[in-house]
């Protein structure tokens, strides 16, 4: 039974854990790591200096690699595969983390990461990919233990994790190679044209989005999204370091919404302003916007995430990610069995404000005044995207049931551009 696990980041060892009673963990830092980056770097998370001090009573390790894991029933199913307690992160760690957001890798300790020259890859044939997805209550992510394919990826929903060949074949990493693709269908909630057409949207606004395609696997709708912390334009294919907003705040994955004690919009702009360029904030900003504007009220510290240069002491904003429009989704039975619409309770609040369906452009701007920004630089960011999200919306594709809710919201967000109108 492996007692020590060691995390690699860009092929150096940074820290080892070792598991603790009541599922803790301890951990040491790795020469190696400060010897590449420095003492205090925080090449690893804006929240944990390499070298720092780590008391007993210091979660804030924990909580980073406990950021690496799902939560809801996919987490149940990866401690049902791993023989372990869904509370107990180094188990789950234990077996699978060979593949994890960012650049980190868990092993245990002793080994080494694979030499990319040994990297290989199966071929997935749709009837492969529809048996993946057949079972991924059980074997989240489309693992094979047997094999050694053991990834992790945060969030709810179920997914597959994969490579892709230059002509479009799936195919399974092997050997360490790291998967390119996330593939996200349909299941409990019928979410892939929701977000298709959002993230669509979002790039006809000027924001980055990942490369996403909606497929069809006998009638099931799946989107595939090309994953940004990979680089495929370098040879072999790089893993480009993230961390996600709870990451960078220090806090455990069960906080990712502000009403749980997680991290606000503003903590998440003051990490931006103290780790990367003061400007990222606009485009923080602009986010938000966007969120709002499409009734988005599932938007949590998770789904903000950071960049991380290999060799540049400063972040980035990452691309957009995981939006949909939840005021679209449908109804749903409550715990009373009755239909209800999707919560309208917003996982950060905007200017104190909760509820999704009653943001106005003035808490938006008033939100970038609290961060720092001058109110004119706010107001302008506001408008301008509000005024893509007008010029964007009519001209694009996407389900129009998704697109019929957005307007509204848009339109109760800018009545007075609507009476500005000319009459036809």
């Given amino acids: 039974m492996v007692d020590r696990l060691v995390a690699w980041l860009h092929g150096t060892p940074v820290v080892s854990l070792t598991p603790a009673p009541n599922n803790r963990m301890t951990f040491d830092w790795e020469q190696g790591g400060i010897d590449r980056w420095g003492l205090g770097s925080r090449a690893l998370s804006v929240s944990l200096p390499l070298g720092s001090p780590i008391s007993q009573r210091d979660d804030r390790v924990l909580d980073f690699f406990s950021n690496l894991l799902p939560d809801g029933p996919v987490l149940i199913a990866m ?30 300790a002793g080994e080494a990461p694979a030499d990319s020259s040994k990297w290989g890859s199966n071929k997935v044939s749709s009837r492969d990919l529809s048996a993946l997805i057949d079972a991924l209550p059980t074997t989240p992510f489309g693992a094979d233990l047997d094999q050694g394919w053991t990834p992790s990826l945060a969030g709810y929903q179920g997914k597959v994790l ?50 996403v395609e909606l497929l069809d696997l006998n009638g099931t709708k799946i ?74 009220a599932d938007a949590h510290a998770k789904n903000f995430s950071f ?64 961060w720092g920004l001058r ?3 706010s107001n302008e960011c506001v408008t301008e995207m509000l005024d893509a999200l007008h ?26 551009r609507l009476r500005s109108r000319p009459h036809k």
């Fill in 79 to 108: 401690a049902q595969l791993a023989g372990v307690s869904p509370f107990d992160t180094f188990g789950l760690l234990r077996t699978f983390g060979t593949d994890c957001a960012g650049a980190v890798i868990l092993l245990p």
């Fill in 162 to 211: 994969l490579g892709r060949t230059a002509k479009g074949q799936w195919t399974r990493p092997t050997n360490g190679a790291p998967s390119t693709w996330i593939l996200k269908p349909d299941q409990e909630h019928r979410m892939a044209e929701n977000e298709a057409t959002c993230l669509r949207l979002a790039a006809a606004c000027g924001l980055t989005v990942p490369d």
């Fill in 223 to 296: 989107l595939a999204i090309r994953r940004y912390d990979r680089d495929e334009t370098s040879t072999p294919t790089t893993r480009v370091h993230q961390e996600d907003g709870c990451q960078a705040n220090g806090k455990p994955p069960a906080q990712k919404y502000e009403h749980a004690g997680g991290p606000s919009l503003k903590d998440l702009a003051f990490v931006l302003r103290d780790h990367g360029d003061v400007g990222a904030m606009r485009e923080l900003l602009q986010r938000v916007v966007f969120n709002a504007a499409i009734g988005n």
């Fill in 307 to 370: 960049l991380h240069n290999a060799d540049i002491a400063m972040i980035t904003i990452a691309p957009v990610y995981d939006v949909i429009s939840t005021i679209s989704l449908d109804e749903r039975p409550d715990a009373r069995g009755n239909l209800a619409p999707a919560d309208t309770r917003m996982g950060q609040r905007i200017n104190a404000q909760e509820n999704v369906t009653k943001v106005t452009k003035d808490d938006l701007v008033s939100e970038g005044t609290r």
């Fill in 375 to 377: 109110r004119k630089a």
């Fill in 391 to 416: 010029q964007s919306i009519n001209a694009k594709d996407g389900n129009e049931s998704v697109l019929k809710s957005i307007r509204r919201q848009l339109a109760r967000m800018t009545p007075s």
